[in-house]
């Protein structure tokens, strides 16, 4: 039983001392860390205009007009459909406000 003891209280010591311990950081490479998270944004953001562009070339390279006019005509029946509910809903909160009166 003593070995244990032994052991697990030398790792304990070992873990504290690693603790205590750290990693020191220059002070050259604390100045740097804006740059290199600026560096890794830059370069998402480069990333995501890759991607961007490449959609934009996709979707004029598949450009159906056909496709576009019934999307523009599904759209435009629908915001007046919802715009009735819409109104009907209005009508029917407005009168349960009011009440009987």
Do not use: N
Not at 1 to 22: C, H, K, N, S, W
Not at 74 to 98: F, H, N, P, R, W
């Amino acid at each position: 039983m003593g070995t244990r003891y032994f052991l697990a209280l030398f790792l304990i010591f070992l873990v504290l001392g690693f603790e205590v311990q750290g990693v020191h950081v220059p002070q050259e490479e604390e100045t740097a860390r804006p740059a290199l998270l600026t560096k890794v944004r830059e370069s998402l953001l480069g990333y995501w205009d890759i991607a961007k562009e490449a959609a934009q070339k996709l979707y004029k390279k598949t450009y159906l007009p056909a496709v576009d006019e019934k999307i523009r005509d599904i759209y435009s029946k629908s915001t007046a459909a919802m715009t009735t509910y819409a109104g009907i809903v209005t009508d029917q909160v407005i009168s349960l406000l009011k009440g009987d009166h």
